[in-house]
């Protein structure tokens, strides 16, 4: 993403030296700076050092020695004036508490030349300066402006941003970096749940966990946390409910969408359903999951799990939606990464009878798979993800059959890749070579050598009245040959989303109660960024102005139509991004598809078409050659146009759908059938025109825009939960967090905005009557003769309303609502519903205790008087008994003690007799 590397935060020893200022904090606050800050003063000569530039707070540093004591007579000032700071509306201002600060010696935050943030403490102000200690014993005078608040160390580690003091980066940072340090990887940022990638297995998972959660024993934040959320609020609102899972790739998606599937298919089990919606993630992940650079299981597809329930809440059904599926991936992929897993898994896993049947080779043999020389995956076992796929297979019914069906395609696009062409004149035609790999591709999908042999060298054209084939040439016969196997591969995917909804589908009635988890591939921006990147960058875009319709826009515009007090907040809107992309008929889709259709036209000139009509949009930036540049609300990200009209018009041409209509296997004949079936106008006749069918079908920027604009309307009709996927390091490794990548994630998705919106606003509102409904239990007894509020005296005639409204405004100071005249605006519902319990739980609590103490009381008696009775009776009988009273064995213990009429009186000690 372009973000800097940088060492984990801080510090390993928290000491401050022997300048006199005490520990500001625990090491794990402190951290490892990865390195000096600063260089010490030499000769009395400081060395200043310039800030990011990136950085929202500009600073320059100057170095002093320790010294005993510090005062301002006392520090080297042979620096360079500092330079002003513009006011920010990131936190609250150092400026404004500078006196506070310096009398009580707060902590504050540093940005150190590296870029990561350090913990220090003022020690005194003078001016616009201020000096500060760092905890390995430097002292620095700093602007006071370049300073940040810090919270308090009780606050170290909380679980929702918005009970932290003082809101800035530097403390969103450590707080976040405290609880993954201690794997505490789920964060509240609000409404809007923050999950930072492990990288490991943590112990938070597993039916204790669940359960617990579901019994809200535990409240912490956590993915079961969200998917309760909208279990609960689809059956109490009867509203569809969504929860949106985004993030670069690598943050963890895929996982965290298994997770909440894992908490839903408990809640709502019982039909049997859920079992297979669990068992379709092996299929999926096998089949659209591939090695990248950045991610051992990166998903290169994206798909929409809608779960229905029925009306007891049960599970009932659940259908995939799949969009953008790489199809580049299966004939190309870049140094260190692998193709889709499901090829390694079949070469590394399939039964001797299947490997002779296919007649499979190691996975070096093949040229799809051997040109990125990577062919396995650090601690993953291809062979027994093999088995768990076929299990997976029997569980959503496909059959044995089908499944033979499946290896044989996948065998055969293995074996497309290793079709070679031989040059038989020179005009540089070729046809393919008959040997193994072109007669095992004819065996396996069920047609003949040769006419597979014509599919892939030449092609039939109609000129005029006349039919005619024209031979291609060897690059022509490579695109040919590359695109029959990505379409084949791709119309397998399908057919497998098909058949997987199928099984999920049985029994399924539609009740309106549903629960979509969406699991889209993240934002991309590699060295090298081309088609993929361009499509994928797009969707997220999209995505992103949801969430920004959701949280901010559609939240402000509500407050100000029933004028509502409250602070506005700016966020970082992509509209103007999004308009680069769709706008018509000079948007970078509409250009695309217009080059695309042209036949003379290449990637150089679309290229030069962008940077004709669209240089003035601020968003876009020619480059040189076929490159330009698109600022992404998550940074810019360069593309190199090399392979986009190929891409993006996907060509298949009609003499490989027939081929494939003319197998004798079943499942080529099925992807013919959907290939023309998703054509634009029905292909009719053997034969076509010059480009004509091809030009026919969809171009994939048009299919891929379509699908999203499925996604997008199936999302607005649904309530939304989000969750934020944050990657802390980009090398995948436990335990490192790396402040510059995660300080930029945050930022592009809006976290301190949410959180400050969410403070500043009221995020629970509902109408009056459900509000009485919901909130009638805060009426503490029942009020006989009760008035409306006069604000209220029109709206609010129903008399339980006004009870509950009456009753709410006891429980809650003014400020934690609003009333307008159809909502009733909450800033914290949870404070009430949560009071309200505390008060319950304490009453019967006080209520046990008395209990208790009445019965101890009781049986305390009773014991007593029953032991008491116990010795009288004793003593009695003994002081009637003279042979006992004077017996040996009874008084040698106490021999020459008693004098003659003594008596042993019950209860009296030893000493006392």
Known sequence: MGSPTCDPIGYADGNLGNNGVTNLSSPERNGDSGGKVVERVENGVADTEQANEDSPYSWNVLVVENRPSVGDEDLDSAAAPLPSVSKSNIGHRWSDITSYATKKKVQCWFQCPNGNWELGRVISTSGTESVISLPDGKVLKVNSDSLIPANPDILDGVDDLMQLSYLNEPSVLFNLQYRYKQDMIYTKAGPVLVAINPFKKVPLYGNDYIEAYKNKSIESPHVYAIADTAIREMTRDE????????????????????????????????????????????????????????????????????????????????????????????????????????????????????????????????????????????????????????????????????????????????????????????????EAVQ???????????????????????????????????????????????????????????????????????????????????????????????????????????????????????????????????????????????????????????????????????????????????????????????????????????????????????????????????????????????????????????????????????????????????QLMQRLESTTPHFIRCIKPNNFQSPGSYEQGLVLQQLRCCGVLEVVRISRSGYPTRMPHQKFAKRLGFLRIHEIVHCMAFYVFKAALEDTELAVTLRSFKEALPPYNHEQSKNLIFILSLTTVVRGDKTRKEYAVLLQRHRAAVIIQKQIKGMKAKKTFKNIRDASIVIQSDPEMRNGPGFWMPWSGQFEDGDQFVAGQSEDAL
């Open 239 to 430: 509203v569809n409910q969504s929860i949106i899972i985004s993030g670069e790739s690598g943050a963890g998606k895929t996982e965290t969408a298994k997770i909440a599937m894992q908490y839903l298919a408990v809640l709502g089990g019982g039909s049997g359903i859920e079992y297979e919606i669990l068992k379709t993630n092996p299929i999926l992940e096998a089949f659209g999951n591939a090695k990248t650079l950045r991610n051992d299981n990166s998903s290169r597809f994206g798909k929409l799990i809608e779960i229905h329930f029925s009306e007891t809440g049960k599970i009932s059904g659940a259908k995939i939606q799949t969009l953008l599926y790489e199809q580049s991936r299966v004939v190309q992929c870049a140094e260190g990464e692998r193709s889709y897993h499901i090829f390694y898994q079949l070469c590394a896993g399939a039964p001797r009878a299947l490997r002779e049947k296919l007649n499979l080779k190691d996975v070096d043999e093949y040229k799809y798979l051997k040109q990125s020389n990577c062919y396995s995956i650090t601690g993953v076992n291809d062979a027994e993800h093999f088995h768990i796929v076929k299990e997976a297979l029997d569980i959503v019914h496909v059959s044995k059959e089908d499944q033979e069906s499946v290896f044989a395609m996948l065998a055969a696009v293995l074996w497309l890749g290793n079709v070679s062409f031989t040059i038989i004149d020179n005009e540089n035609h070729v």
């Open 435 to 709: 040997d193994e790999s072109l007669i095992n591709v004819a065996k396996l999908i069920g047609c003949d050598a040769a006419d597979l042999n014509l599919a892939l060298s030449t092609r039939k054209m109609r000129v005029g009245s006349d039919n005619i084939v024209q031979k291609l040439t060897l690059s022509q016969a490579i695109e040919t040959r590359d695109a029959l196997a990505k379409s084949i591969y791709a119309g397998l995917f399908e057919w497998l989303v098909e058949q997987i909804n199928k099984s999920l589908a049985v029994g399924k009635r539609l009740t309106g109660r549903s629960i979509s988890i969406l699991d889209i591939y993240g934002f991309e921006s590699f060295d090298r960024n081309s088609f993929e990147q361009f499509c994928i960058n797009y969707a997220n875009e999209r995505l992103q102005q949801h969430f920004n319709r959701h949280l901010f826009k559609l939240e402000q515009e509500e407050y100000i139509q029933d004028g509502i007090d409250w602070a506005k907040v700016d966020f970082d809107d992509n509209q103007d991004c999004l308009h680069l992309f769709e706008k018509k008929p000079l948007g970078l889709l509409s250009l695309l598809n217009e080059e695309s259709t042209f036949p003379n036209g290449t990637d150089y000139t679309f290229a030069n078409k962008l940077k004709q009509h669209l240089n003035s949009n601020h968003c876009f930036k020619g480059e040189r050659e076929k490159a330009f540049t698109v600022s992404h609300f998550a940074g810019e990200v360069t593309y190199d146009t090399t392979g986009f009209l190929e891409k993006n018009r996907d060509l298949l041409h009609l003499d490989s759908i027939q081929l494939l209509s003319s197998c004798s296997c079943h499942l080529p004949k099925a992807f013919a059938s959907n290939m023309l079936n998703q054509s634009e106008k029905p292909v009719v006749g053997p034969l076509h025109k010059a480009g004509g069918a091809d030009s026919q079908r969809l171009s994939v920027v048009t299919k891929f825009k379509g699908q999203l604009f």
